[in-house]
């Protein structure tokens, strides 16, 4: 236990060290602030400016009458140099705007721009206070039409400044908060792994990872350095409970393989969300899948999506279900599915280990397995691009293949959980409150889907229990060939009998339709109840 401790406060030390000297290296090897319009900057930093649009392959932010950038924090012991790039965007009926930029409430630049875009220079003079407040004024500004009432002044293409000095520290709070997390993370690491050697190594890679984030575009001068703190200790504190609730039950092999598989998908899951967040990272279907799970969390079970082909197809909703109890914890409903699918896969990744152990008999190949897949590049292109509900099937498959491979399954308890299901699914279907479009007619592929799970319930299958038995006792060959007369002989009576049981209730129930249509829409709904009473 004092070894532990002892091993935790060295490696929280070295953590912070490297921590807050992984993120000064940083800065000074790109220690540039540039902002380009192909995403729209984050609200605590900017203001008045309007989505990104993108015509063919150029992208550009229009501007209101002022437009502000505040970048807190940022070191101003040396000079600035800095140009803002854009373009008037006016007809020829219109006059050009006069552009005014001011840095800290002083004029640094002012002219009238064309409608060809060009950069607008201007240097920023070194003071004592960090921090920097850029202001951008058009005048006059006009509105496109009845369709867009907006106030237009300008489109900015981007904004960049330079220091003049070579090494430029990063803003206080962001160094902070990155000393703070590798502390955190060298930590957990020191009281899990049990050399020092290994727990520095990922300490200081961890530190590396999230200090390259921390120097790109926005990310110092806002709020992501708070979030990257955040989650450097919930996953330090997660990381250091699992192995604690996994040793116990293991030999001393186990828990090197616990210990392993938990830190390295703790890490690579730390510095996956941190890509995530970042505000530099584009949305993609990230905001399409927060709508959806609003959705659901309004009551709106069923939807579909479209196709480019035209035609639509239900949407899974699994994703969105799981996440649904964690939706009263924030607002912010895109953080919260990425952060799902993110632990999500984790989850997958390590129980992979157990699958392959069980299978192979080999921790070796297992360990290697979660290391391949926590960093095969297909799944970070899928997550990059929002593909959130695929990825979330992919852990859940991951998982139930991992479960179904290490134990065998109870018929009684699988029948009781599909008892269950069927009677949710027919107390919601018969309750009135299933979504409409869920309760409209069916279509041929849903009657045929149906019909296959209905025949499936009615034992259907059970006609080739008698030619497929044989081929599954002892002196297979022999038997089969023995009692094959009989088998089809079996199967030929079943499927007569099922086709006359089908044909008499089809027309049982021809009959039936046409005597609710002589009586009259009143008999409809009983008879509606009794359609879905038989399946």
Not at 230 to 251: H, Y
Request: proline share 6%; aromatic share 6%.
């Amino acid at each position: 236990m004092v070894q532990a401790v002892v091993r935790a406060l060295v490696i929280a030390v070295l953590g912070a060290l490297a921590g807050g000297s992984c993120v000064v290296l940083a800065f000074s090897l790109h220690p540039a602030v540039t902002f380009d319009m192909s995403r729209a900057l984050p609200r605590d930093i900017a203001s008045g400016f309007y989505p990104p649009e993108r015509p063919g392959e150029l992208t550009f932010a229009w501007t209101s009458r002022r437009a502000d950038v505040k970048l807190a924090g940022l070191n101003r012991a040396t000079e600035w140099r800095c140009a803002v790039r854009l373009r008037g965007g006016r007809g020829p009926e219109l006059p050009l705007p006069r552009v005014a930029v001011a840095a800290d409430g002083l004029s640094v630049a002012e002219r009238t721009v064309t409608n060809t875009f060009e950069d607008v220079p201007f240097t920023v003079v070194p003071r004592p206070a960090p921090g920097l407040s850029l202001s951008i004024t058009s005048v006059p500004t006009f509105v496109p039409g009845p369709s867009d009432t907006r106030e237009l002044g300008v489109m900015v293409d981007g904004l960049e400044c330079r220091p003049e000095g070579r090494l430029v520290l990063p803003p206080r709070g962001p160094l902070q908060n990155a000393v703070l997390a590798s502390a955190a993370f060298g930590a957990a690491l020191g009281i899990v792994c049990t050399t020092l050697g290994g727990a520095a190594a990922v300490t200081l890679v961890v530190s590396a990872g999230q200090a390259f984030l921390l120097s790109i575009g926005a990310a110092p001068y806002g709020a992501y350095a708070r979030t990257l703190l955040q989650f450097a200790v919930s996953i330090a504190t997660l990381m250091v409970l699992t192995v604690k609730v996994l040793e116990p039950g293991v030999g001393e092999q186990g828990r090197r393989a616990a210990r392993f598989i938990v830190i390295f998908s703790a890490a690579v899951l730390y510095l996956k969300i941190l890509g995530l967040l970042h505000p530099s990272k584009l949305l993609a279907d990230a905001l399409f899948h927060a709508h959806r799970l609003e959705w659901v969390l309004a009551g709106r079970y069923f939807f579909t999506q479209p196709m480019p082909s035209g035609v639509s197809f239900p949407y899974a909703i699994g994703l969105y279900v799981f996440a649904a109890p964690w939706a009263s914890l924030t607002s912010d409903h895109v953080t919260l599915l990425r952060v799902v699918v993110c632990v999500s896969d984790a989850l997958a990744g390590a129980m992979l280990y157990l699958a392959i152990v069980k299978i192979w008999k080999d921790r070796l190949a297992a360990a290697l397995a979660v290391v391949l897949y926590n960093v095969v590049p297909l799944t970070y292109g899928l997550l990059s691009d929002a593909n959130l509900t695929n990825l979330f099937a992919q852990s859940v498959a991951l998982v139930a293949l991992v479960v179904m491979s290490g134990r065998s399954l109870d018929r009684a308890a699988m029948q009781a959980v599909a008892l269950g299901l069927l009677v949710l699914v027919a107390a919601a279907h018969l309750s009135g409150h299933t979504p409409r479009r869920v309760r409209a007619p069916a279509t041929h592929a849903g009657l045929a889907l149906w019909s296959f799970l209905m025949s499936g319930a009615h034992g259907a299958g059970l006609m080739l229990v008698p030619a497929l038995m044989p081929l599954c006792t002892s002196g297979a060959s022999a038997s089969a060939a023995g009692s094959l007369a009989l088998a089809l002989a079996a199967v030929g009576v079943h499927a007569g009998a099922m086709l006359a049981v089908t044909a008499a209730l089809a027309a049982a129930a021809c009959r039936g339709i046409a005597h609710v249509v002589r009586m009259g829409p009143r008999t409809r709904p009983e008879f509606a109840l009794a359609r879905r009473g038989s399946g």
